[in-house]
């Protein structure tokens, strides 16, 4: 099971664009990496998916090396209503029917400042 | 119209009481997760069911049982509460065909005095 690394808090200041690195060594070659943010008693919301290259929505912009160990997840021009724990989570569902375990990294914290 | 909703919101209970956490979703996925969140922000997976088939269980004590009476319901049961079981769990569920979206509840704040 892959094991995610991100740093534990991040600042900024409104406008300004977050690039936030998770490190997953132990990518295995079904999984693809998601992002999801967290504010204070809301459960995590989805942010954006990917398995390799570069992703990106109508919110951010997922990077990711050819060699899958790491990721970044790009938010441009922050506002202050981005300041939430952000996490990064490797892992695959099989198309089987069953799930593999999807394991959570810390998170990290983004404060944006005004 | 929630797409995963989890009763109780909050939960305050004594030491070695039973107690229960529901949770259902209306998004016609077929796989759902229990999630405990600690003090510290780990989000922990404990229990995924997929069409009501127990088929992850990580190292989580008996005191813990899940139930799942059909797919779009898992309900979380916890006897003989103990203090380090106070946190926040999480219900979520996803698409089997779609890797790695999972949808959360709002959770669900136990407090085990």
């Known amino acids: 099971l892959a094991k995610t690394t991100q740093p534990i808090s991040m600042d900024s200041y409104e406008g300004q664009e977050v690039n936030i690195t998770c490190s997953h060594n132990n990518i295995a070659t079904n999984d693809y990496i998601t992002w999801y943010q967290q504010f204070p008693s809301q459960g995590p919301r989805f942010i954006i998916q990917g398995y390799k290259t570069k992703v990106t929505n109508e919110v951010a912009s997922l990077f990711i090396p050819a060699d899958r160990k790491s990721s970044t997840l790009s938010l441009p021009r922050v506002s202050l209503s981005d300041t939430a724990v952000y996490y990064c989570?490797?892992?695959?569902?099989?198309?089987?029917?069953?799930?593999?375990?999807?394991?959570f990294g810390s998170g990290t914290q983004l404060t944006v400042l005004p | 119209d929630t797409a995963v909703s989890q009763t109780p919101k909050y939960l305050v209970t004594q030491m070695g009481n039973d107690k229960s956490i529901k949770c259902e979703q209306n998004?016609?996925?077929?796989?759902m997760y229990w999630y405990k969140q600690d003090s510290k922000k780990f989000l922990k997976i404990m229990f995924s069911?997929?069409?009501?088939?127990?088929?992850i269980n990580e190292t989580v004590p008996n005191r813990f049982s899940p139930k799942s009476p059909d797919k779009a319901h898992l309900n979380l049961h916890i006897n003989s509460l103990e203090l380090g079981d106070s946190a926040v769990y999480f219900c979520a569920s996803s698409r089997d065909r779609v890797p790695g979206e999972l949808f959360f509840g709002e959770g669900s704040r136990l407090t085990v005095l």
């Open positions: 998004l016609g996925h077929d796989t």
């Open positions: 989570l490797v892992g695959a569902t099989l198309s089987s029917g069953s799930a593999r375990q999807l394991t």
């Open positions: 069911y997929n069409n009501k088939e127990l088929i």
